[in-house]
């Protein structure tokens, strides 16, 4: 199961508790563009997910859900803020850029 935007086949990093790092290239045969929908999906069976702890948290915790790789992680997805450069960032910009950065600071997960 995976995003619609990725496409059919997807490759990601892994990197193991010993820092070994592999590639992992998978072929997705459901998607959509909607992450609700692919956590329920997995809670329901459907096939594995790769999703952001803060997205499963809840559902691991009440088993509903099981790590499949607990001793690897695979690297987070970046994320961008793109605008002009200008002699003077609006003031929203600035607030949406200093709220973004603080709120994932910290919800990093820790190295599991």
Known sequence: MGFTAFGRRVSFA??????????????VALTTSNGLAIR???????GLARLPDFAVAAALAAGHLVRVLPGH???????SVAYLPERFRPANVRRLTDFAQDWFAKRRSPSR
């Open 14 to 27: 892994l990197q193991d508790s010993q820092g070994l790092r592999s590639e992992v290239e998978v072929e």
């Open 40 to 46: 329920e999906w997995a809670i329901e069976g459907v």
């Open 73 to 79: 992680t695979a690297g987070a997805p970046a994320l």
